[in-house]
């Protein structure tokens, strides 16, 4: 079968995580290539565009951003999904709900935890959307906390935050790593470019009731591309799943107009960056933001909690796996250390 992920316009970690991790651990589902069955791994991807594939086999994947109607005429079969949220928008099962596949990732000696320059201390990795815009070194150098580019290849990345003692981060899957290596972490959201939904359902998944602090960006470039939170900067986003599965029927299929005069003074705004810094933003609003954020009681699940789901997503995973020629390698994998790039 083939691998279907998303593929953003520029490299993110997270949905990079599953060139590498699937084809790790269970390498005999790809050995075919053949494109009318696909694997549909990590990410917020349920609904996603299928290409040639007829069959989906669905594990561990998220649902937030498309509808799930666009697979009705094709055979899916939900192996897993990443958590409670998901699996009530499908209507399946609740024994479906179990979480993000990275947690497997400790499994994978290219993820191991390997000390690096930022070991021990407070990382911060914003969306991969929101860090190309200006601000965020500086931001983080005054808050004197390593800036980590969710761009960067999956190992380099992992290693980070493995290595870290707090992680704050707007990336989902900052967190979800951060959290499958027992490293505490803190949620921040700076624009509108974010979903409660999606965190709302990995964080029950792991029992964990958690809240996201909006956080001034360094530059307002975030606000004006993808327009600002109705909640004042400090604000505290609730997890509470009944308020974002709200927000997931209000997200999925909508498309917001935008008046004529208010794209141009966007664009206006967007062109002059002296104009901008009128708005009252600045790399140091947001390192004082962070450095307050990062003083709060962290979020980490229970150790248990991890092993138990990750031992039944490999059970489930090597079910699928043995239906496709043989089981998992991971006896093989964590047998054979490599060092982290």
Not at 167 to 191: K, N, Q
Not at 298 to 316: K, T
Request: net charge neutral.
């Amino acid at each position: 079968m083939k691998l279907l992920r998303f593929e953003p316009s520029v490299p993110n970690f997270g949905d990079d995580l599953n060139t590498r991790l699937w084809q790790a651990l269970a390498p005999s589902l790809f050995e075919s290539g053949e494109d009318r069955t696909a694997f549909v791994g990590i990410g917020t991807i349920v609904g996603i565009d299928p290409g040639r594939a007829t069959r989906l086999e669905v594990f561990s994947s998220g649902a937030g951003y498309t509808k799930a109607t666009r697979w009705r005429d094709l055979d899916v079969r939900y192996h897993c999904v990443r958590g409670p949220l998901t699996a009530r928008v499908l209507g399946l099962d609740a024994d479906r709900a179990l979480t993000d596949g990275a947690i497997l990732a400790p499994l994978y000696p290219r993820f191991r935890q390997n000390r690096v320059a930022v070991a021990g201390g407070v990382v911060v990795i914003p969306h991969y959307e929101t860090i190309g815009f200006p601000g965020w070194a500086e931001a983080a150098d005054i808050a004197g906390y390593a800036l980590v580019d969710p761009r960067g290849t999956p190992e380099g990345v992992i290693a980070a935050l493995a290595s870290a003692r707090l992680v704050l981060t707007e990336s989902l899957h900052g967190a979800i790593l951060a959290d499958a290596y027992g490293v505490p972490w803190r949620g921040f959201a700076v624009s509108r470019n974010f979903s409660t939904a999606k965190w709302a359902d990995w964080a029950a998944s792991l029992a964990l009731q958690a809240d996201i602090v909006m956080v001034p960006p360094p530059d307002p470039m975030p606000l004006l591309r993808f327009g600002k939170r109705a909640e004042p900067f400090g604000a505290r986003l609730s997890l509470d799943p009944d308020a974002a599965l709200r927000e997931f029927h209000g997200r999925v299929g909508q498309a917001e107009s935008v008046p004529y005069l208010k794209v141009q003074a966007k664009r206006l705004l967007e062109s002059v960056p002296a104009a901008r810094r009128l708005l009252g933003f600045s790399p140091e609003r947001t390192a004082q933001a962070l450095v307050r954020l990062a003083a709060e009681d962290p979020y980490c699940s229970a150790q248990a909690l991890r092993v138990s789901l990750r031992d039944e997503m490999l059970d489930r995973l090597d079910a699928l796996a043995r239906t496709h020629g043989s089981g998992l390698v991971i006896q093989t994998i964590a047998d054979t250390p490599q060092a982290v790039d």
